[in-house]
């Protein structure tokens, strides 16, 4: 089992439609979890950090649900701009004693006019 | 904000060279510079984490020989690609801790395509 899975896509949708992303991490002591963007063929840049209580950025909303070791990105009204990859990250714990962020493989976003 | 500077942005070699990929962190130091690849249609897999002061630490299937990392300083890792063949073609890019508690700075990323 990955440690971090996400449901590949792509995800086909409207303008002005709501998606929303799951991911699942395996590793309960998994600390800190983030959502990142990656447009084709550059490198990924954060979107928003994802905390316990649930946070917003505009259109985003990123949920964590430690119980179940999921987290969640809402996108609302989508615009044409927001097509591309998203990238779920987690700092999980390295068989060394540190930290070090795992990559989910990304869910495609495809927004079509 | 923090930012990491990557080059070359894109390579082609001939199989049986060797690359060197550079990242060099502007503005803040870096004692921790993680590496990975990504294929296309995959997520980025780490290679290997670099650390300032001593060796870097290499992820399950990763052939140090082959992959060589130094963390010469605070502000530089780089990673070559020995004997580079047309299966080591991929995207490869570098990622720092930033300056905040929170997130991770990336390069650029460098495209190679070994021939």
């Known amino acids: 089992r990955k440690e971090v899975e996400q449901d590949p896509g792509p995800f086909n949708v409207p303008e002005g439609a709501t998606v929303a992303f799951n991911c699942t991490y395996s590793?309960?002591?998994?600390?800190?979890f983030f959502w990142y963007r990656q447009d084709c063929r550059k490198e990924p840049k954060l979107l928003m950090s994802?905390?316990?209580s649930g946070n917003e950025d505009g259109r985003f909303t990123a949920q964590l649900n430690r119980a179940s070791q999921y987290i969640s990105l809402l996108i609302r009204d989508s615009k044409l701009s927001d097509s591309a990859t998203y990238l779920c990250?987690?700092?999980?714990?390295?068989?060394?004693?540190?930290?070090?962020?795992?990559f989910g493989r990304g869910t495609s976003l495809i927004v079509h006019p | 904000g923090a930012v990491v500077s990557q080059h070359p942005s894109r390579v082609i070699c001939k199989s049986g060279t060797s690359v060197k990929i550079e990242c060099r962190s502007l503005d803040f130091q870096a004692t921790t510079m993680f590496w990975y690849r990504q294929f296309p249609k995959q997520s980025l897999m780490l290679m290997a984490t670099s650390n300032e002061g001593s060796k870097a630490t290499y992820e399950q299937g990763v052939e140090k020989d082959k992959f060589l990392i130094n963390h010469a300083s605070l502000t530089l890792s780089t990673l070559t690609v020995t004997s580079a063949h047309p299966e080591d073609s991929s995207f490869y890019i570098c990622?720092?801790?930033?300056?905040?508690?929170?997130?991770?700075?990336f390069g650029s990323g460098t495209r190679l395509t070994v021939v």
């Open positions: 990250v987690v700092r999980t714990p390295s068989s060394g004693g540190s930290y070090i962020p795992t």
């Open positions: 590793n309960s002591a998994s600390q800190s």
């Open positions: 994802v905390y316990s």
């Open positions: 990622s720092a801790p930033g300056t905040s508690s929170y997130g991770y700075t």
